[in-house]
C-alpha cells in the first residue's frame, strides 16, 4: 500500500528526530554542556530532514486535492434554521436555472417518517444514507446515519442492526446495575461498587436503550432526513412534494468521506440545538 506524504515524514521523523532528542537530553540530563559535535550532529540531521522533507514533497504525485478537507452542510449547532432553509432554497434554485450537473445533497424532512413513506419522496434520485432517531419526548436518543442505496430495503437492513445493537446495550446497562457486593478486581482487591446516581444513570440507559430497540423493531416513524445525489432540476422537483422541508444542495462535495451533515430535526423550528434530556 503506498503511504501518504503525511505518513513518511512521519516515519522520518521516528527513525530520525526521536533518537536524536532522546540522546540530547541524556547529554542535558548529565548537566553538561552539549559538546560541539553533538550539536553539529543535531544541525546536520535537521538538515537532512529538510532535504528529506523538500525532495518527498517534490516528488509526492498530485493526489486527490479533497484531502483534508471537510464540507459542512447543514445547520451548525445553534444556527437559525429558517434563515438556512431560505438561504438553501435560494441557492437550489439558482443552481436548476444554470442546468447545473449533478451534486448531493442534504434532504430533511418535515416531521419523522417510517422506511415505506421514504420511497415516493426519494424516488428519481440517487441515495446514498438516510438518518434516524427514536423521538422520545424528552430524551436525548442517538442520531443514526445509515447507509443506503435501496429505499427502503436497506433502511430496514439497518434498523434490524440497530436492535441487535440496541439489545446489547440494554443487556450491558443491565448487567452493570446487578453488581454484587463481592465483585472483585482481576486482582483481588474489593470493587467499588456503583452509587446511587451511577446506578440511576444505568437504569435511564437501560430504559432508552430498550425504548430504542423496540422502537426499530417495529420500524419505527424515525427517518427524518437523507443524503442524495440528483440534477439541481431533479433536486428542485423533489424539493416540492410532501413531506420535504429543505433541500441543502452541496455541489462543493466532492467525496462523501469528507462531508459533515447537520439534518435539522422535525421537532426544531427556530434555532438548531440538541433534544432536551428531561429523563432522570
Known sequence: MTRSLGERLGAVDETLLAPIARGYRRVLGGRRRPHSLTVAACLVAAAVLA????????????????????????????GSIPEYAASSRAELDKLAAEGAPEAYA?????????????????????????????????????????????????????MGRLVDRKNREAAEYAAKMS????????????????????????????????????????????????????????????????????????????RLDRAVFWPPLPEQRTIATPPGDTQG
Open 106 to 158: 442534504l434532504v430533511t424532512l418535515t416531521e419523522y417518517l417510517p422506511p415505506d413513506r421514504l420511497t415516493p419522496i426519494l424516488s428519481g434520485v440517487a441515495v446514498s444514507a438516510v438518518y434516524v432517531r427514536v423521538p422520545l419526548a424528552g430524551v436525548q436518543t442517538e442520531i443514526v446515519r445509515i447507509p443506503v442505496t435501496k429505499v427502503p430495503v436497506d433502511v430496514l437492513t439497518g
Open 179 to 254: 453488581q454484587g457486593p463481592a465483585d472483585r478486581t482481576p486482582g483481588g482487591s474489593p470493587q467499588r461498587l456503583p452509587g446511587a446516581d451511577l446506578i440511576a444513570v444505568y437504569e435511564s440507559g437501560q430504559r432508552v436503550a430498550a425504548a430504542e430497540r423496540d422502537a426499530y423493531a417495529r420500524h419505527c416513524a424515525c427517518a427524518y432526513a437523507a443524503v442524495v445525489r440528483a440534477t439541481p432540476a431533479a433536486l428542485e422537483s423533489l424539493s416540492r412534494r410532501p413531506d420535504v422541508r429543505v433541500v441543502d444542495v452541496a455541489p462543493e462535495i466532492r
Open 51 to 78: 532535504v528529506a522533507v523538500w525532495q518527498a514533497d517534490r516528488a509526492a504525485p498530485a493526489g486527490d486535492m479533497s484531502v483534508g478537507q471537510v464540507v459542512k452542510v447543514g445547520v451548525e449547532p445553534n
